[in-house]
C-alpha cells in the first residue's frame, strides 16, 4: 500500500497534531498507541502517514539519535522541544527507508486490511496484528501498525487488540484512524493518546484550491464554502467531474422550486434519488445557499457571500422571505439528513424538505 502523505511538510493545516508528533519524535516519546479522530476527508491516513514516515525515516532517527547523546552528555538533560528544532523532524524523502515506505514495500509498517467492507473481524486483528507483534522489526527501530476505519472493528476484535495495546512490546506504535470514536471501547480509548483533526481554516483551503490546484477565485469561493475546513471534501469535489454537474443542479433547483407545482416536485425527487449516495452534495450546496441569502438579508454585505455571482438572485430571496422562513428552510435541511440517516423513506424525507423551502422562500 502506498503513501498518502510526503511528511508533515505536505499536509495542511493541523499544525498542533504536527507539533505534537514532532516533540514525541525528537524527545523519543512514543506512545504506543494513537488515536487519530477526524471528520471523513479530514486528513486521517495523511497524518497517520506522515508519522510513520518520520518515524522509520534514517535521517530523522540519526537527528534524535544525535540529541540524545547531547542531552545526555550535558549539564542540562532536560527534552528539547524548541520549535526551531521541529522543522527538522520530518521525513527526509530519500533515504531507503523512506523511498521503501513510499513505494508501499517497508516490511515494519502494517496497515491491517479486511475483506468485508463493513467488518474488521477478530480474525483480520489477530493475523494481522497480535500474531506478528511478536516479530522484531526487521529494519527500523519502530514496528508501526496502522489501522483506518477502525470504527468498522467488531466487539471481538477491539477486545482482541485491547491485549495488545495494553502489553505491547517496546518497538510497536499502533495508529488508530476513525470518524467514529464513539464505536470504540471506552478501555481503547483510555489507553490511547487521543488526536483530534479539526477543519482547517477556509484560507487555507482556499490557497489550496487557487494555488496548488489552479482554480479561479469564483470555484474556489464556492468549493472553500462547500469544503468547511476540510481539504479532502474540497479536493474530491476538484477531481470529480459529476460534482459539478450536482452542482449546477442543485442551483437550478434552489432558483425555480417556489414556482414548482406538485409534479414537477415528484419528478424532482425521482431524479435526486437516482444520485442518492451524493446527496450529501445537495445538502452542503443548499445550506450554502440560503445562508447567503440569510445573510444577506441582515447585513447586505456581497463581500461575505460565496455564491456572489447569483447576487440578484440572493437579494431578491432575502427581500421576499422573512428571518423566520430563512431559518425554517435550514432547519428542514437539517432534519432531512436526520430522517436518512435513521432510515426514514427517501422520497417522504425530501418530499418534506422541499415543500418546506418552497413555502418560506417566495421569490
Not at 516533540?23 to 497524518?47: C, D, F, Q, W
Request: glycine content about 6%.
Amino acid at each position: 500500500m502506498t503513501m498518502t502523505a510526503r511528511g508533515f511538510r505536505s499536509i495542511i493545516g493541523h499544525k498542533d497534531v504536527i507539533r505534537h508528533f514532532q516533540t514525541a519524535v525528537l524527545n523519543s516519546r512514543i506512545s504506543h498507541a494513537y488515536l487519530i479522530t477526524g471528520e471523513p476527508g479530514s486528513g486521517k491516513r495523511m497524518m497517520a502517514d506522515a508519522f510513520a514516515e518520520t518515524l522509520l525515516c534514517e535521517n530523522v532517527t540519526a537527528l534524535v539519535d544525535k540529541l540524545k547523546e547531547g542531552r545526555e552528555g550535558g549539564p542540562d538533560s532536560g527534552p528539547l522541544s524548541e520549535a526551531p528544532d521541529l522543522q527538522d523532524v520530518d521525513a527526509c524523502l530519500d533515504c531507503i527507508s523512506c523511498k521503501k515506505v513510499l513505494d508501499g514495500n517497508h516490511p515494519d509498517l502494517i496497515y491491517v486490511t479486511h475483506e468485508k467492507p463493513n467488518v474488521i473481524s477478530v480474525h483480520d486483528i489477530r493475523t494481522q496484528v497480535v500474531g506478528t507483534v511478536d516479530i522484531l522489526p526487521y529494519e527500523s527501530r519502530y514496528k508501526i501498525y496502522i489501522i483506518p476505519e477502525a470504527e468498522k472493528m467488531n466487539q471481538q476484535a477491539q477486545n482482541a487488540l485491547l491485549k495488545t495495546i495494553e502489553e505491547p512490546p517496546a518497538y510497536v506504535v499502533i495508529l488508530l484512524l476513525t470518524s467514529s470514536p464513539e464505536s470504540l471501547l471506552a478501555t481503547i480509548h483510555s489507553r490511547c493518546v487521543t488526536l483530534f483533526l479539526k477543519p482547517v481554516s477556509d484560507r487555507d483551503v482556499m490557497d489550496c484550491l487557487t494555488g496548488d490546484l489552479h482554480m479561479p477565485d469564483y470555484e474556489a469561493r464556492v468549493l472553500t464554502g462547500f469544503a468547511q475546513g476540510n481539504i479532502g471534501r474540497a479536493v474530491r469535489a476538484v477531481t470529480d467531474e459529476s460534482f459539478v454537474e450536482r452542482r449546477d443542479r442543485t442551483l437550478m433547483l434552489i432558483r425555480a422550486i417556489h414556482g414548482m407545482d406538485t409534479a414537477t416536485m415528484m419528478e424532482v425527487i425521482r431524479l435526486l434519488k437516482e444520485d442518492k449516495d451524493e446527496i450529501g452534495d445537495v445538502f452542503g450546496i443548499m445550506m450554502m445557499w440560503y445562508r447567503d441569502v440569510l445573510l444577506f438579508k441582515a447585513t447586505r454585505d456581497v463581500d461575505q457571500l460565496i455564491f456572489t455571482n447569483d447576487i440578484s438572485t440572493i437579494r431578491a430571496q432575502a427581500s421576499a422571505s422573512s428571518y423566520e422562513g430563512l431559518q425554517e428552510i435550514l432547519d428542514a435541511i437539517d432534519r432531512c439528513q436526520v430522517r436518512l440517516r435513521a432510515n426514514v423513506s427517501f422520497e417522504l424525507a425530501l418530499e418534506l424538505m422541499l415543500f418546506t423551502i418552497k413555502e418560506n422562500c417566495n421569490a
